[in-house]
């Protein structure tokens, strides 16, 4: 029998790391909670500058804390021109994600304090690295497309100023509410991969520039943020609904995964992907692009009946990305969004982790030879 000790958690399934009171995620129940508000009130009732100070702080601010936050968010939030001049020099030819990894990179390079462990200086970190997404992304955003970039606009929030560098025009009421839940849906979600690398660089005591650097490279991959961009290209693919049973059957029979299905602690319908469908049909029915979401919506009823009862079902990767392309957005700009929202809970939960640090250093079960063996020198081999 299989001594404990010895026991691999491939993928660390089911072990917990870490103590959070961020937030939490009940994958039988289908419940999303941060700081102990479900994600449905925040959807309805908040703002992501709201959501952001509640993850980070505890608690939701009162006016004079609020103003204060977003003042100190706005006072950063511009680019300096040399940071602009490394968007548009790799920006037209590299993925927005891999852009996106070099930017905070870059200013994190050039901050006088990312080599500070204090944690004061940690935080600080945080809220100018927040501060910069906005312009960051939307920057990037038209940089891919070879536009030059457009200052943000320290009247806007944060959803609204995105909107206004990627695309150059403020966005209306109604953009910028649906830009900005989205962001709050995508804010936190517990100890998912992106969030454990950022713990477990700041474990080190390394800097927040790097922590979400790190972040930012484990979100790109197509098993976690990346998935929202396939999502599309598969809903793209099979083109109407009639198609739906039969691309899909193919699909799965070739044991190929369908993306925006299936999660790792979600077994019922993901709450975030119930919100983003109800955004997916409105923005699609006002584009003009109702066949995309009827084709999704039969996607869905397809999986669910064939893979249901082994508890996949969308995830919020399913409808976000029609929710993306419906506002103008280039689906390779889709997991920068994700990153633009996901800042909040990465710099929350490192800031929260590394009040009560220990390093990170798990175990891996050696199965190589033991020997030991006769080294042969090379010209003998
Ligand atoms: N399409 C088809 N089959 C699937 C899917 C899917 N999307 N997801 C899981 N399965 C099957 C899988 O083939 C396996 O079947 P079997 O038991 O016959 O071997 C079973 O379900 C368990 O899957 P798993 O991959 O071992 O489970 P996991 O907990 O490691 O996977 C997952 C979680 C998200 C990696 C997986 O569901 C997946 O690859 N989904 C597609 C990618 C995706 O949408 N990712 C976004 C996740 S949500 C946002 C985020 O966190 O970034």
Redesign the pocket.
């Known amino acids: 029998m299989m001594q404990a000790d010895t026991e691999v958690h491939k993928?660390l399934?089911g072990v917990i790391v870490s103590e959070s009171s961020v937030g939490f995620v009940d994958g039988q129940a289908g419940r999303l909670v941060y700081r102990g508000f479900n994600i449905e009130t925040l959807a309805a009732r908040s703002n992501y500058e709201e959501v952001a100070y509640l993850l980070l702080y505890g608690h939701l601010p009162n006016q004079k804390e609020f103003e204060n936050f977003k003042a100190t968010l706005r006072s950063t939030m511009e680019l300096n021109t040399d940071t602009v001049d490394l968007i548009k020099s790799i920006g037209h030819k590299a993925h927005p994600m891999s852009v996106l990894r070099t930017v905070v990179s870059y200013i994190g390079a050039k901050d006088p304090k990312s080599n500070s462990t204090d944690l004061k200086d940690q935080e600080e970190m945080s809220l100018r690295i927040m501060s910069k997404f906005p312009a960051i992304v939307g920057t990037i955003a038209r940089a891919s497309k070879g536009l030059n970039p457009v200052r943000p606009d320290p009247k806007l929030g944060y959803a609204a100023n995105f909107l206004y560098c990627s695309t150059g025009s403020r966005p209306d009421a109604e953009q910028e509410k649906i830009m900005d839940t989205c962001l709050i849906l995508h804010a936190d979600?517990g100890s998912?991969?992106s969030t454990f690398s950022a713990l477990v660089t700041i474990a080190t005591l390394a800097d927040m520039y790097s922590a979400v650097t790190s972040a930012i490279s484990t979100?790109k991959g197509?098993?976690?943020?990346g998935?929202n961009e396939l999502?599309l290209e598969t809903i793209k693919k099979v083109g109407k609904p009639e198609n739906a049973e039969q691309v899909l059957s193919k699909m799965?029979a070739n044991?190929?995964?369908?993306?925006?299905?299936?999660?790792?602690v979600y077994k019922v319908y993901?709450p975030r992907a119930r919100i983003l469908k109800g955004f997916a049909e409105s923005v699609t029915h006002k584009n003009g692009k109702e066949v995309l979401f009827q084709t999704a919506e039969q996607m869905e009823k397809v999986?669910i009946s064939k893979?249901g009862e082994?508890g996949?079902f969308p995830?919020?990767?399913?409808y976000s990305g029609m929710v993306y392309d419906s506002l103008g957005f280039e689906s390779n700009m889709f997991t920068p969004i994700?990153a633009l929202a996901r800042v909040a809970g990465w710099t929350a939960r490192s800031l929260e982790y590394v009040k009560d640090n220990k390093l990170f250093r798990p175990k891996a079960k050696y199965v190589g030879e033991i020997g030991p063996k006769d080294y042969i020198e090379i010209q003998k081999r």
């Open positions: 993928g399934e979600h998912n991969a979100l197509p098993l976690h943020g998935a999502a799965l044991k190929e995964k369908i993306m925006g299905f299936g999660h790792r993901d999986m893979l082994k996949i995830n919020v990767d399913f994700f």
